[in-house]
């Protein structure tokens, strides 16, 4: 069996991305094209002829109607429905390992340590000046404890922030598994 | 030809799906669309537009599951029967034959019965 080489597959690769189909879509697409390309070149066509052969049945309009359908048919179920979020139907047929699905589902909470953090230094900055204006550094007085809050609320902001971003990482491996 | 038998193929093909993965333990995508086409000897082709709808649905409704293998650099869907899924392929099957043998009386009426005479 005639194989393709990988600058032949991604020729069909790049001609399945421009029809802006979701990824899981995209490459079973993908293996059912190049089964067929492989196919023709077995029973003899040229590399050529056997892709345009096989890209005649999966014309842009053939592959266009595919994706219609799957956004009116293999839609959520009613319960599914129930529980997805707004960014859940929105990115249903996008790409969601893409960046932007995981942004806009953390938005809150990052908000919430940015808030946090800048609360914060904003303690550490009074604290700072009265504890200057006293020239007395005592962690003792009502001064310095402000001080420690506000520490503690900047490196607790900044260490939920970091162990969010790592979680961002395996969103997708879990929405493709 | 063509467009008589992809009338009659729209309705079954869930049923076609479910009969072939019964008998194998998993398929991938194009090796269902040739299994019918080799069965059929090329009378029936089955396109990529509509077996794909027809297998996702299949495993939205839980009746099949995939795993992906990665087969010459590219990921290959493999797919199988759940339990629920064997289930419902032995139901359609029986359904669908006794679908046939209606069909067989229906165009067989003897012509002494046909029309009341």
């Known amino acids: ?177 | 030809m063509e467009q008589v038998s992809s009338e009659f193929l729209r309705g079954t093909l869930k049923t076609i799906v479910l009969k072939l993965l019964s008998e194998q333990n998993k398929m991938y995508g194009y090796q269902i669309t040739q299994a019918v086409k080799e069965r059929t000897r090329g009378e029936l082709t089955l396109t990529f537009g509509a077996l794909y709808p027809v297998l996702h649905k299949l495993e939205q409704e839980g009746l099949l599951i995939n795993e992906s293998v990665e087969v010459d650099g590219r990921l290959r869907k493999y797919y199988s029967l759940t339990d629920s899924g064997t289930q419902m392929a032995i139901q359609k099957i029986s359904e669908f034959e006794r679908f046939v043998d209606y069909m067989q009386q229906l165009f067989q009426t003897p012509p002494n019965l046909a029309y009341g005479n």
């Open chain 1, 1 to 177: 069996m005639e194989k393709l080489n990988p600058q032949q597959i991604d020729r069909i690769h790049k001609y399945l991305l421009q029809s802006g189909l979701s990824d899981g879509l995209l490459n079973e697409l993908l293996d059912h094209l190049v089964c067929e390309v492989e196919h023709y070149l077995w029973i003899g066509l040229p590399f050529e002829s056997a892709l345009q052969r096989t890209l005649l049945d999966a014309n842009a309009e053939s592959v266009q109607k595919l994706r219609k359908l799957y956004q009116e048919e293999l839609t959520f179920s009613e319960a599914q429905l129930a529980e997805a979020s707004l960014d859940d139907i929105l990115f249903q047929f996008r790409n969601k390992s893409y960046g932007a699905y995981s942004l806009r589902q953390s938005y809150q909470k990052t908000l919430v340590y940015a808030l946090g953090g800048a609360l914060g230094l904003g303690l550490m900055m009074i604290a700072l000046l009265h504890l200057i204006s006293q020239k007395n550094w005592s962690y003792w007085s009502p001064w310095g404890l402000v001080w420690i809050i506000g520490v503690g609320a900047v490196t607790g902001a900044i260490v939920m922030y970091f162990l969010q971003q790592e979680r961002w990482e395996s969103i997708p491996d879990h929405e493709e598994g």
